[in-house]
């Protein structure tokens, strides 16, 4: 059975309008997570409060930010920060307070005991100062700093 013209008419864009769609929205979704969510893990170093960065496909390892001074943690935790959520939030040492991973990994800004932590995939800052990544490395936070 053929298909009327004015159907036809109607039918064979909308198919290619919806290849197109699904072509391009798995294209851009790809480009958005393919660096994957930064991984931080709040634990304790020496019984210090300390953070545990990694973001492996920017080959980012056990960046380690240690809080010296401040009361150890009860637990260890690990966050991923992969899906959007409001902010602010808790996280164990304080409050996440931007959070942008539409692509990622993002930016994420966290206040831990008074300090401002910021993740970006070119640099990390901490209380306005920037860092150059490197991974392996320990950094105290406060030590030396002004809150």
């Keep these: 059975m053929k298909l009327p013209a004015t159907l036809r008419l109607f039918i064979f864009p909308f198919v290619i309008a919806l290849a197109i769609y699904v072509v391009s929205y798995s294209g851009i979704e790809h480009r958005r997570t393919r660096d994957g969510p930064w991984q931080i893990t709040f634990t304790n170093v020496s019984g210090s409060p300390a953070l545990v960065i990694n973001e492996p496909k920017l080959n980012l390892a056990n960046i380690t ?8 943690p009860a637990t260890n935790s690990v966050m991923i920060f992969d899906p959007p959520r409001p902010v602010p939030f808790d996280v164990p040492f304080g409050q996440c307070v931007f959070l942008d991973t539409t692509f990622q990994p993002g930016t994420i800004v966290l206040n831990l005991f008074g300090h401002e932590i910021q993740l970006l995939p070119r640099v990390l800052t901490i209380d306005k100062q920037e860092h150059a990544w490197e991974s392996g490395t320990t950094t105290p936070v406060g030590h030396g700093q002004a809150k």
């Design 65 to 72: 930010l240690t809080f010296p001074g401040e009361p150890p």
